[in-house]
């Protein structure tokens, strides 16, 4: 089968909803600008790229209709490039880059796009105009389960204390403020322009925020329960893009390959328990690569919340050492759509920036299920 | 109007900021400048930590967020060059004369020709004000003296000096009188002007005639509640919210400017008391309680007033006092000359501040209405000093008086001769004055009041709870005249009687009354009544009732205009939501509020409230959207806290008018109603798009999640439940099937019956008629 790699990753900075930098700003427009940055920052000829595959979780709005092929439009790709809109939830930018990996295996491109986006300002969650199926609301009504107790099912399940919670989301400050502070993230992030202003700055991240600042909060979606707003990732404006190509064409137009993508896996879950997700998802990945978790090295794991990820944690094994070097979403925010690609690139970036062999990227998707995509050193 | 186009506020306190603050309400670009804070980083931090604590203050200085983003904070060292091109500046800094002055120089120095300078001082007069100032600056200053609260209170006081030019008196009287609607009142160059020199008289008095008389401060705010129609304060009350510390700088003013045979210098006393009470922190609500104080620590809670004699805390007691159960009965009449103490506290009290304010005339003002209109809108009286002696009678009042050995003022005793303070002749209301003449009480250009075409006239029809009356011009206003304008079958079968008497000869109907509310709604004792009996059919023939009526007002051949003012609730609201067009005060406090008494709107409220989120085009589409809306506004029983809050919220349309001055609602609404008469057409009934069950499980969703965050009870589940199942159209509602009106209104009709049946429901409205106050069960 022919090798897949991921040979560039940027994003746009994360801002808060609602309140941040990047409200004003349509989220088409956001994904163009991103899509555009990286088509400058790796090279990769316009004309040689296949399709523009977008995740995105709420599809309508300023990023309805089919919104992949309008980014073609505003980041002024060629007519030939196509677009195509994936919704898969929080793990929509993920998909993207496993549907242009099976498309290069099939030899049916060689270099594709894939992004995500979401404007959490200006399509807020659940979209407009939500109509659940009335028999199924009644007879399953864990199909529509609000995420916030997913997250206080897991709390109970794995009896993870609130104290643990609070300590969890610091540390993703702490790392995220210090990836900050020495300019990780400027190499990864594209400036946005607005209406002659220019956004290049993370929004979300607390450097100053504390254990005392954390244990204030009240529960945020059951007031008997422990998840509260600082133990979620914030609702955010963001979008991040990887370029997916074969290994071959790679090599022959000299673009810098960051990881190989070894596998991949999507695993489903009961809803209610939506946050545990990666962990099916991650050992489906991992056989398909012949790995145990032991062997990877890197491993970026969504941060939806604090107690779905410590369940992850415990359920994998994940030892914390290796899990979301530079900060996770708790700090630096999750665009619902734009995250799969932002802890994808993240993980091939920082495989290569730490010389190491394995990485995993994996996350929890609303509806119950888990994404996972493991990939290897060049 | 158009002069003043931009306002300068110096001095960001409680009244400078709140007067900036209503400045932002009315639209008006202002600049609120206080002095530098000592050793601030920050240098407009004094401004902006003032606007700040005004977006917080309760009731909200701010009619809408936008106002406050009218409001630019900047300090007088920096800034001075701002108010080179301010239309009118407002001074409201410390009350010092030699501080004012400095500051009046550095304005001079800025401001441009043409600009006015008023200053917002309660104790200063103006002539020490520009004396010594150039001619320039006396020519363009004057005192506008506003109350506090500012957006609330209507009184402004307007003092001109001799040498201030009129046409600057006339900017500022007409941009206060429409655009801030104020109650413009000319005073006299004279200490505290009119309001405060009778107000802290009465207070004064007030309080040294319950020491005197040994009446509790319970006791003597009942007593004295009743008697000046300020039933929610008194006298003590009153002071615990103007301030203790304040009432005692007054009380030093006056005692040094007055001079020394002034009445005031001999009734006003020291009061270590207060002075104990300010040291320890006791200075009002504003402090740790006053007269009173919510006991908030210990195993019980309640409330606690103090002890006049011994300054401890005690828990409060309801008065009981034989004079209090007289007076409420047979009024003021009754309760003055009533034996015990209750009614030696009211006669001692009153007939010292009527015979003091009638002593005061012409001194401190032009006429005795000009004094009524001060101490009702500056002091909330319900009626003022010479209404109050009319309804005394003024030949007893004078012939008591004399009684009692006391002197009675020239004016008192040349009305009681004529026959006392106003009058009315040839269908006009007069007032007496100080030449022993009655002239007509003056009325701003075109205003139109009820009071005064009731005097003129008898009504097209009448009952218990509403009249018909001709306006003139072809238009016949409905009045509801009910406790709080409250609905009730009478009303409408005063509807009814419109219904018919309109077209046969006038040409449109504008629903107004000139009470402090528009309606409360429907009177819910009625329908507890109902409902305690089981009477089910009764309410379910009021429901459908209601709803024929306030149809057939929406699609009759005439246009109906409502005028709205204070509160317009439930049903009240729903009758608004069926009239062609609102001309609305500011101050209107429009609301679905049947939900916190266990119900849904079933009077069309859903029904009207769906086609006008449905029809609004700025509105997001699709078929959940007007509903989610909704079921936020009415499920949440939200009540617009301004008419720009009503029109966010959709109780006002885009085309209802807002107008700041009360006076001119009746006015304005007879206006519009004239307006629409021409080609009229009755508007058509549309179909409405609904979500059906789909949108039903969407709003479940959300109810599950307030409920989760205990931010939802069982019964409100129920309640907004059924509230669901209305806005989305019922279980057969689809998007491709749009749901007539008639549909809509037997859903309200269905949730209802339901819901009034249940047991938590009845608790509900029993507690809200027991205790104004909604039940959370």
Known sequence: MKSVVIAGYVRSPFTPANKGQLAKVRPDELAAQVVKGLVKKTGVKPDDIEDVVLGCAFPEGEQGLNVARLVVFLAELPLS????????????????????TGAIQMEAGEAFVCAGVESMTRVPMPGFNLLPHPRLYESYPDAYISMGFTAENLARHYQIPREAQDNFALASHRKAAASEAAGNFSSETIAIAHRGETVDKDGCIRPTTSRE?????????????????????????????????SEDYAKRKGLEILARIRSIAVAGCPPAMMGIGPVNATRKALARASLTLDTIDIIELNEAFAAQTLACVEELSIPLEKLNLEGGALALGHPLGASGARITGKAASLLKKNAAKYALATMCIGGGQGIATVLEAV | MTEIKKVAVIGAGVMGGAIAAHLGNAGVPTVLMDILPKAAKNRNAIAEGALEKLLRTEPPAFMQKKAAHLITAANVEDHL????????????????????????????????????????????????LVDGMPERFAQDFLITHFFNPPRYMRLLELVAGPTTRPDAVAVIRDFAYWCLGKTVVPCNDTPGFIANRIGAFWLQCGVAEAVDEGLSVEEADAIMGLSMGVPKTGVFGLLDLIGLDLMLKVDASFAEILSANDPYQAIRRDMP???RMIERGYTGRKGKGGFYRLKASGRESGNEAIDLTSGDYRPTTKPVLESLEVGRAAGLDALIKHPDKGGRYVWTVLSQTLTY???????????????????????NWMHGPFELIDRLGAGYLAQRLKNDGREVPVLLAKAAAAGGFYRVKAGRLQHFTASGRYFGVPREDGVLLLSDIKLAGKPLAENGSASLWDIGDGIVCLEVHTKMN????????????????VPSGYKSLVIYNEGQHFSAGVNLGLALFAANVAAWPTIEDLLMQGQEIYEALKYSAFPVVGAASGLALGGGCELLLHCDAVQAHVESYIGLVETAVGLVPAWGGCKEMLIRLSVDPRRPRGPLSPVAALFETIGFARTARSAFEAKELGFLRPTDGIIFNRDRLLVDAKTRALELAKGYRPPDPIRLTLPGPAGKAALGLALRDLRAKSEATAHDEAVAGALAEVLTGGPEADPIEPVSEDEVLRLERAAFMRLVKTEATLARIEHMLATG????N
């Open chain 2, 273 to 275: 008391l207060l002075s």
């Open chain 2, 357 to 379: 304010a009638a002593a005061l005339v012409p001194e401190i003002a032009g006429d005795v209405h000009a004094v009524d209109r001060a101490m009702q809108l500056g002091y």
């Open chain 2, 773 to 776: 106050k909604p039940l959370r």
């Open chain 2, 81 to 128: 060059d701002l108010l080179a091109d301010i239309d009118w500046i407002i001074e409201a800094i410390v009350e010092d004369l030699k501080t004012k002055r400095n500051l009046y120089w550095l304005i001079e120095k800025v401001r441009k020709a043409g600009s006015v300078v008023s200053s917002n001082t309660s104790t200063l007069q103006l002539a020490k």
């Open chain 2, 486 to 501: 409250t609905i009730d079958p009478d009303v409408f079968s005063m509807i009814r009687k419109a219904l018919e008497i």
């Open chain 1, 81 to 100: 490039v196509t677009g195509t809109t994936v919704n898969r939830f929080c793990g929509s930018s993920m998909q993207a880059i496993h549907i242009a």
């Open chain 1, 213 to 245: 600042a954390l244990a204030k909060l009240e529960p945020a979606f059951d007031k008997k329960g422990t998840v509260t707003a600082g133990t979620s990732a914030p609702l955010t404006d963001g979008a991040a893009a990887v370029l997916v190509c």
